[in-house]
Every structure is written in structure tokens, then in C-alpha cells.
């Protein structure tokens, strides 16, 4: 079996498995019994499918995750002859991806070079790749995406780029021109690709889960990380329960058990924050601890 095709293999089960201890079994298998090369990633997706899993609620795999997409970063560097390359690569530049104790290119004991700045953050310009739209300004703004879409990603340059040509354009499409809001936008999406804490959504724009014309059109509050979106839901209750106001009465009652002291002692209010036809919300505050919920 091929290197790509063992590859494939453990990284379908990687995706169909529903246990923690089984991702992190998996994840220790390939950081360390495999290594890489552009090719093999490319064929495998084995770098997308890891690189999803760095923001998974479990620590353990979601750091295993980093440092797996960090090797194979190095290792593909070193293969391509880049910041990170060892002397000894071989002069046609196909680095194989090796199980340990076979002929390698770079020897399993070896330890990685360090990552420089330029290949912690890709860029067009790093990798040399080129929009080639015929238009300046387009040009300059695919390139933007791709800087996003490659911040720390381990996918291959022709597929970032493939991406960043496809937003580009369903941008584009929105506004006819490359306008201030063909602009605006541009920037709004490039921002958000280069969070730092959403690498979930550079993510699923390169591996294609997320569509590019899609996300031409998300706003920024859809472009936001489940942990943001979490953080804003909860500003936007405890602003609800001040803006209802010191002088509306809340009632008392023993109807309700604080989920946090256990407790019964409540006020309540209730409100109709959704349309005519949906049951009213009702706000309820734990007298002993402060603790505040909700319910319809």
C-alpha cells in the first residue's frame, strides 16, 4: 500500500471516529510514524483532515493537532528546499513520505529546523503565487486571500489559490466593479480568515466544506468562531436583563430551582422577544446567587 493511500486510510478513520482516546491513538500514529511531502499531502488531504482538529474542544487532541500540522509544515519545507530545507534533499526536489525505519530524505531522528517567521505566515508572495486575473486591483485582492487562507495552513499553494480566485470572484459578482465595497468587503473577509482564534473557518474555505461563494457573502458575525459567537449570545442575554428595566417588578417564587446553588428562592420576568405567535421568554434571577437563566 502507498504511502498516500495508508495516509488516507487512517485519516477516514480519524473522521469516522467518535472517541477522544481514538483521535488521540490515531494522531500519535501520524506524527509519528509518517512524514510528508506536498504530493502526498495533496493526494491524502491528511493535512486538511488534521488541521480541522486543532480547535477541538479536547485539549489533547487539539494540541497533538497543532503539532502534527507544525512537523509536516517543516517537512515540507525542507522538501521544497525552503527556509527550513536540510542540506542532502535530493536534486529533483520529490522528498518521499516515509514510514519510520525506511529510506528517508529527512532521517526520523532528526530534529526539525526551526520555523521562521515567513513559514508560520504564508503569503502569495512567499509561495510565488500569482492571481492573474488581468486586473491590478483584483489581482492585489486575491493575493489578500490568499495571505488569509494560508496564514498557517498546510495545503498545497495551487489549491490555496483556487480558493482565494473563487471568493475573490463571488465578491466580485456581488458589486459589479471593484468598488470601495468590492474593497470593504475584501478586507472584511481577509480579517476574519486571519484570526488567529478561527482557524476552523480558514479551514473549511480550503478543504472546500465551506463554499466559496458562500463565503463571499457571510457577514462577520457568521465568519466568527463558535467560542465568539458563544461569548456574544451570552453580552447579548445579560444586556437583555439590564435593558428590561429597575423599575418593571419582577415577581418572587419558588417555582424554579437554581441550577448552580439548588436553591428556589427566584425572581421572574417575562418578555416576548420573538414573534406574536411563539410563547413569551421568561427571565429568571436566583435570589441567593445571582445565577441567571432563561426559557420559552
Not at 513520505?97 to 515567513?118: D, E, F, H, I, Y
Not at 498546510?154 to 456581488?174: C, H, N, W, Y
Not at 449570545?233 to 428595566?245: A, M, T, V, Y
Request: net charge positive; proline share 3%.
Amino acid at each position: 500500500m502507498s504511502e498516500a493511500a495508508e495516509l488516507r486510510k487512517l485519516v477516514k478513520q480519524l473522521q469516522n471516529t467518535s472517541t477522544n482516546e481514538e483521535k488521540v491513538t490515531i494522531l500519535q500514529i501520524l506524527k509519528k510514524d509518517f512524514q510528508v511531502n506536498e504530493a502526498i499531502l495533496r493526494e491524502s488531504k491528511a493535512g486538511l483532515a488534521v488541521g480541522k482538529l486543532r480547535t477541538h474542544e479536547a485539549k489533547e487532541v487539539s494540541d497533538l493537532a497543532k503539532e502534527i500540522v507544525k512537523k509536516w509544515k517543516n517537512e515540507v519545507e525542507r522538501a521544497k528546499g525552503g527556509p527550513g530545507s536540510k542540506a542532502g534533499a535530493p536534486a529533483n526536489g520529490k522528498a518521499g513520505s516515509t514510514r519510520k525505519g525506511s529510506a528517508s530524505v529527512t532521517p526520523s531522528n532528526a530534529t526539525p529546523a526551526p520555523m521562521s517567521g515567513k513559514s508560520e505566515s504564508r503569503t502569495a508572495k512567499g509561495d510565488k503565487a500569482k492571481a492573474g486575473t488581468g486586473n491590478d486591483v483584483r489581482d492585489r485582492c486575491t493575493e489578500l486571500l490568499y495571505d488569509g487562507l494560508a496564514f498557517d495552513s498546510g495545503a498545497p499553494s495551487d489549491l490555496i489559490m483556487t480558493r482565494a480566485k473563487a471568493v475573490e470572484a463571488g465578491v466580485f459578482a456581488q458589486f459589479g466593479s471593484a468598488n470601495a465595497e468590492y474593497k470593504g468587503k475584501i478586507r472584511s473577509l481577509f480579517v476574519n480568515l486571519k484570526d488567529k482564534g478561527n482557524p476552523g473557518l480558514r479551514e473549511s474555505v480550503v478543504s472546500g466544506e465551506l463554499l466559496a461563494e458562500k463565503f463571499s457573502k457571510m457577514s462577520s458575525e457568521e465568519m466568527s468562531s463558535e467560542e465568539r459567537r458563544a461569548a456574544d449570545r451570552k453580552i447579548k442575554e445579560e444586556n437583555f436583563f439590564k435593558s428590561l428595566g429597575a423599575g418593571e417588578q419582577e415577581a418572587e417564587t419558588e417555582g424554579f430551582q437554581c441550577g448552580r446553588c439548588k436553591q428556589r428562592k427566584c425572581r421572574y420576568r417575562q418578555a416576548q422577544t420573538r414573534s406574536a405567535d411563539e410563547p413569551m421568554t421568561t427571565f429568571v434571577t436566583c435570589v441567593n446567587c445571582g445565577n441567571k437563566w432563561k426559557f420559552s
